[in-house]
């Protein structure tokens, strides 16, 4: 029962002042969740390989060198971001509701993936390597990086230029996501990414508190009604619960056109266990058991290419702000 008394102590921490700066001490010195283990960085690191074979994939016009890329959710370390700059992007804007990074684990993660990007040694899409040198402050990560940190920043409402971005990624970020805001947040990328553009997202599904306590099953938290769960969701650890046809129906009313999907399924002693569980009502009435059971997503959309040449050069004269942006929002 680890996890409950996670979860009990993020719901405290959550109603207290610096709420976020709490969490961060107490996933770093109490539950030992940051930096994150090496199983979660691998799955990050797949995911932005994973992403950028989806723009190779679905966008073969645009460079991945010169393409502007976008992400919303950064996180703590910066992973993911700085696992594209190995792959060969240039340009990155992140924005993040709070400001969350921490040089520390900034600086975890610049040798981690370094490394890892080394043990593959000439094998994969990989670039160029990491300079390693500490980072000292987030400006830094502009000019070595080609990274520019936005938060705090309401990816609902980014204030970017309307067409500004050439891929726009969120990586494990939209399962912590309330529906409504998922909805504004993609309207709100539908408006940023450019003619010829791609969006693509990773959204793990499974209860996240089964990777603090491996007794736990992936699909634990659809045990329990809503009131329930909401005494377990904390706001600082937030889980929607959504399935896959919940974030598909979302793209869709988005007016993103989705033109590639990947569910992973249920592994099979998952899905055993599944089989026996007392699922909550409201997901046993409205979901298959393989929806239910599904542990990640992957969802590309792509934007039409711009059919003239004129539309093109409407969509470069705005680029989100590198040089000048502000990080106050």
């Known amino acids: 029962m680890r996890w409950i008394f996670k979860a009990a102590l993020q719901r405290t921490l959550s109603a207290a002042p610096r709420a976020e700066s709490l969490n961060y001490v107490l996933q770093r010195h109490v539950t030992h969740g940051l930096p994150v283990s090496d ?30 890329f976008y992400e919303f959710g950064a996180g703590w370390d910066l992973a993911v971001p700085l696992a594209y700059h190995c792959l060969g992007v240039t340009d990155q804007t992140l924005v993040d509701i709070r400001s969350l ?13 370094d490394r890892w990007v080394a043990e593959c040694g000439d094998q994969g899409p990989w670039r160029r390597r990491l300079d390693t040198r500490p980072v000292g402050s987030i400006d830094e990560l502009r000019d070595r990086f080609g990274i520019v940190y936005l938060a705090p920043r309401d990816a609902r409402a980014t204030g970017l230029p309307h067409r500004s971005v050439d891929v726009i990624t969120s990586t494990v ?7 409504p805001d998922i909805l504004a947040i993609l309207r709100e990328c539908r408006r940023l990414l450019a003619p010829g553009g791609v969006m693509s997202s990773e959204i793990d599904m499974k209860d996240h508190y089964a990777y603090f306590d491996p007794s736990l099953s992936p699909s634990n938290f659809l045990k329990f009604p809503d009131w329930v769960w909401w005494l377990y969701n904390s706001p600082l650890h937030y889980q929607n619960r959504l399935r896959a046809p919940d974030y598909l129906r979302l793209f ?7 033109v590639d999907t990947t569910v992973r399924p249920a592994a099979p002693q998952d899905r055993a266990g599944l089989e026996g569980m007392r699922i909550t009502p409201r997901f046993r009435r409205r979901y298959s058991l393989d929806e239910l059971g599904a542990r990640s997503l992957r969802v590309v ?29």
Do not use: K
């Open 39 to 68: 199983g979660i960085l691998d799955i990050h690191l797949r995911a932005a390989q994973g992403h950028v074979a989806s723009v190779r994939r679905f966008a073969p016009h645009l460079s991945i060198e010169t393409a502007r």
């Open 101 to 113: 990074v921490r040089l520390d684990l900034i600086n975890d993660a610049i040798v981690r993936v």
């Open 173 to 179: 970020t939209l399962e912590h996501i309330p529906a």
């Open 252 to 258: 869709e009313q988005a007016g993103l056109t989705v």
């Open 301 to 329: 959309c792509a934007m039409a290419s711009p059919t003239a040449p004129g539309e093109r050069a409407g969509r470069d004269s705005g680029r989100p702000p590198r040089a000048r942006g502000n990080p106050a929002g």
